[in-house]
């Protein structure tokens, strides 16, 4: 481990750790370690997936060790997701573990996405990698977990390599649709609130159309593969919420739990930012329900009361485009009197605020942005690790917070990973970090992966 004693001021810091991410980029580069992006434009599906497969392996001189593969909703109606993944195995060499999904958006070196197609494949001789797959985690995320994590444990069982990490991808929520009306985002009528809530519970259970409720698959795979480290997102459409889809090798599921496992000589390190800061006004949920996805009462009032009273806005202001204001005044859990885990609002019900994940503490403060403070964010998550290649899960709501500044968010990464580097946009963000005790699933977080020679805490 490296040495911090010596440090004295800010520019000795920054030089210290300069010094070792250049040792440590020399040190990953003799282990023969490869990574590489590729991305595809094209709208049929098939020829994208040839595409997007030919682009990413093109970089590698050995074959890949696994491949992750992302696409927005498009092909849906331009030839289908089989389709396309049946373009990605015309290339890809057979067998290699494949998992991914339809996410909101993407940033890779080329600039920032929001149709197409995108991959990123790692090579290494020090790498054991295995997938797994649980069905139905909206219906039961403990079944789901356990089965991905029994196959993950299975395919690694003869791995000789002690340093353990884990992606995870899973069913991200659907928004529930009302007869002749579609989607929504709010319904005034308060009467509706405790009918909602029951019908919400029965969709979700029956026919998986609701909350995702990836907290819940986060903590069952946590305490399957304890000492695994863990990042995963929620697979999406164009943020509308109505359909997603995840492929596993050959297939392509539409309620599933993925998980990519690897054991490496390489240490994982995972660093997040998120841009948010606390307005100081705090509240108590004083009634829930739906898993902890819905709050009926805040100080034992109604919950749209305290949130608007605490916002300063007007109840005319609760129409169907109110997510793109509640965005920069997202609620957050607070555990254990310090970490804030963000939660944006998904809808309105009535006297209810429906949350996108569940709230993992009755204790709840009302958090604020800018756009300056999203892409500062961007720097924290960046600062003091090595540079040799970076994989990100980042919220969609910053995506389209951001706007044409997210390509701010591009140059960022480019500077700090070159080419070297893929970051996709999903409903919600999950991280397990076993040395830190922290297991929480998050909203509006910026989170990035890279592995090092070593164990780097720089918090």
Aim: aromatic share 10%.
């Amino acid at each position: 481990m490296q040495d911090w004693s010596a440090i004295e001021t800010e520019e000795d810091f920054k030089q210290k750790i300069k010094g070792s991410l250049e040792a440590e980029i020399k040190e990953i580069l003799k282990s023969d370690f490869e990574s590489a992006v590729g991305m595809s434009r094209k709208w049929d599906a098939r020829e994208a997936g040839r595409e997007v497969a030919r682009s990413t392996l093109k970089k590698l001189k050995t074959p890949p060790s696994f491949f992750l593969l992302f696409s927005t909703i498009h092909y849906k109606k331009h030839g289908g997701f089989q389709e396309f993944l049946d373009g990605v195995w015309d290339v890809l060499p057979d067998k290699t573990p494949l998992i991914g999904g339809t996410v909101a958006g993407f940033i890779n070196s080329d600039g920032s996405y929001a149709r197409g197609a995108t991959a990123m494949a790692v090579s290494s001789p020090n790498m054991d990698a295995a997938i797994g797959f649980g069905k139905n985690p909206k219906k039961s995320p403990k079944k789901a977990a356990q089965r991905c994590a029994a196959m993950i444990k299975n395919g690694l069982k003869n791995s000789d390599y002690q340093n353990k990490f884990l992606f995870e991808i899973v069913s991200g929520p659907k928004f529930p649709t009302i007869p002749f009306k579609g989607e929504f985002r709010i319904i005034k009528n308060r009467s509706l609130s405790l009918l909602f809530a029951y019908l919400s519970k029965i969709s979700t259970s029956l026919f998986q159309k609701g909350a995702a409720r990836e907290a819940e698959a986060l903590q069952f795979l946590s305490k399957e593969l304890d000492d695994f480290y863990i990042l995963g997102g929620s697979s999406m459409d164009d943020c509308r919420y109505v359909d997603n889809f995840q492929f596993y090798n050959k297939k392509v599921y539409k309620n599933s739990l993925l998980g990519l496992g690897l054991q490496t000589n390489l240490f994982p390190i995972i660093k997040s930012g998120s841009g948010l800061i606390s307005t100081g006004k705090k509240s108590n949920v004083t009634k829930d329900r739906v898993w902890g996805h819905i709050i009926c009462s805040l100080d034992h009032k109604p919950a749209t009361d305290v949130y608007l009273k605490a916002v300063d806005w007007p109840e005319k202001i609760l129409d169907e485009r109110v997510y793109t204001k509640t965005i920069y005044y997202p609620l957050g859990s607070i555990i254990n009197e310090k970490l804030i885990v963000p939660n944006v609002i998904a809808l309105f019900v009535g006297k209810y605020i429906v949350l996108a994940h569940s709230i993992p503490s009755k204790k709840l403060c009302l958090l604020t942005t800018s756009g300056e403070r999203l892409t500062k964010a961007i720097d924290d998550a960046l600062f003091g690790i090595p540079s040799n290649f970076g994989f990100g899960v980042s919220c969609a709501i910053r995506m389209q917070t951001l706007g044409d500044k997210v390509n701010i968010v591009k140059e960022k990464l480019k500077s700090k990973f070159g080419d070297n580097f893929l970051v996709i946009y999903t409903p919600g963000e999950s991280i397990y970090l076993p040395d830190k005790g922290i297991c929480q699933h998050f909203q509006n977080t910026f989170n990035i992966l890279t592995f090092g020679t070593s164990k780097i805490d720089l918090t």
